[in-house]
């Protein structure tokens, strides 16, 4: 891994930070993106990284920090989607404003960071999307976040086919509890 150059977003959560000290621990060049000041600072002093603030739910705020990411690694070989929510309610009792957050946090954020990857990596390298088990496993009170972490899947599986001429590689984990 020593010199691979990887952007992580949701940098600050679980698997991201897990995933950052992996990759710092294995001589890659990693920079971390999340949305707190506070938890980001954390997290990069934890896994050695270099952060960056980024709200991914903002399409301009992603192009934006995947330009800068590469800019200050002097490129990019893989970025790293591990960003996520949970929302545990049945579809009856859930409000549009939380549908609408836990698509723009989970789904259209995975979106923008394909759309911003594709741009900056012109040639091979990896984007990995983080899903969850419940986009499969039909779990109660999961109807929000698994539709959102589905369309994860989705995307993965589409865009793997459109950047794979280019050596672009697109995938898509999907971790349960």
């Known amino acids: 891994?020593?010199?691979?150059?990887?952007?992580?977003l949701g940098g600050s959560g679980g698997i991201g930070s897990a995933l950052a000290q992996l990759l710092v621990g294995q001589g890659a060049r990693v920079t971390i993106g999340a949305r707190d000041p506070e938890r980001l600072r954390d997290a990069a002093s934890r896994t050695g990284a270099d952060p960056l603030s980024v709200d991914v739910t903002d399409a301009s705020a992603v192009e934006a920090a995947v330009a800068e990411a590469a800019a200050r690694m002097g490129g990019l070989d893989g970025v790293a989607h591990c960003v996520g929510s949970v929302l545990l309610k049945?579809?009856?009792?859930?409000?549009?404003?939380?549908?609408?957050?836990?698509?723009?946090?989970?789904?259209?954020?995975?979106?923008?960071?394909?759309?911003?990857a594709a741009r900056v990596m012109t040639g091979a390298g990896s984007v990995v999307l983080v899903s969850s088990a419940a986009a499969a496993e039909g779990l109660p009170n999961h109807e929000a976040i698994a539709a959102a972490k589905a369309g994860v899947e989705?995307?993965?599986?589409?865009?793997?086919?459109?950047?794979?001429?280019?050596?672009?590689?697109?995938?898509v984990v999907a971790p349960g509890l």
């Not at 404003?97 to 989970?106: H, P």
């Open 1 to 8: 891994m020593e010199g691979v150059r990887v952007l992580v």
């Open 154 to 171: 989705g995307l993965a599986r589409s865009a793997a086919a459109t950047y794979a001429p280019r050596g672009l590689r697109v995938n």
């Open 90 to 116: 049945p579809a009856h009792r859930t409000t549009p404003d939380e549908w609408e957050r836990t698509l723009a946090t989970n789904l259209s954020s995975a979106f923008w960071v394909v759309r911003a």
